[in-house]
């Protein structure tokens, strides 16, 4: 496995993060690190994604940081161009999947159904994104495509959160899960970071409970 995935599997969560503002990347990013969660998805669905992914990749250079809802090759080279080190996109899109293979770009492509993740065997991709997770069967519907494909691992996104957090990470066939609920874009616009930062650590201490 790539080893830009193998330290997010060892986080165990993703903050999936939407920033609507670049003058919040960096106090974000403080807090994640602050938190013991140097790692993100920053979704490229605003129009400050770029410009946050640019400066939380500069300020701290250790953090993980990856772009998110990735619809377009343009979109990749953004990314990649603005210091992301992984490309995450919400459904299995061949183009943007084949074009970040080619240049060698760590890639999480979106999948729900066994057709999708064929794709994704296809091309040699040992761990594909499950979203949304809750709303097509989340763990259950994780295990029945795993038993067929055994040689893959998921991210689920979409539904997850503290409650729920150890149903997901106790199955082997998860890879990390993708979450916003400690950076919510309510606690990020109202600069609640300590906030953040408390909830990022609550996250990581769960996590190393459950592995």
């Given at each position: 496995m790539n080893k830009i995935l193998e330290e997010l599997s060892k986080f165990g969560v993703v903050p999936v993060v939407v920033l609507n503002d670049a003058k919040d990347a960096k106090p974000l990013a403080k807090a994640l690190c602050e938190g013991?969660?140097?790692?993100?998805?920053?979704?490229?669905?605003?129009?400050?994604?770029?410009?946050?992914?640019?400066?939380?990749?500069?300020?701290?250079?250790?953090?993980?940081?990856?772009?998110?809802?990735?619809?377009?090759?343009?979109?990749?080279?953004?990314?990649?161009?603005?210091?992301?080190?992984?490309?995450?996109?919400?459904?299995?899109?061949?183009?943007?999947?084949?074009?970040?293979?080619?240049?060698?770009?760590?890639?999480?492509?979106?999948?729900?159904?066994p057709s999708e993740v064929a794709q994704g065997v296809k091309r040699g991709l040992k761990v594909l994104k499950f979203f949304p997770a809750a709303q097509y069967g989340g763990v259950s519907t994780i295990k029945a495509i795993a038993s067929a494909y055994v040689d893959v691992k998921f991210m689920p996104t979409g539904g997850v959160n503290a409650k729920n957090l150890k149903e997901y990470l106790s199955c082997d066939k998860i890879f990390a899960c993708g979450g916003s609920w400690m950076v919510k874009a309510d606690l990020i616009e109202a600069g609640e970071f300590d906030k953040i930062t408390e909830m990022t650590k609550e996250a990581v201490a769960l996590v190393k409970e459950i592995r």
């Open positions: 013991g969660l140097p790692c993100a998805e920053v979704t490229f669905r605003t129009a400050a994604a770029e410009e946050s992914i640019r400066i939380m990749t500069t300020e701290y250079p250790d953090m993980l940081i990856g772009a998110g809802t990735v619809l377009t090759i343009e979109n990749v080279d953004r990314a990649i161009n603005a210091g992301a080190k992984f490309i995450v996109s919400p459904g299995f899109d061949p183009e943007i999947v084949d074009y970040c293979l080619k240049k060698d770009i760590p890639v999480l492509p979106g999948t729900v159904t």
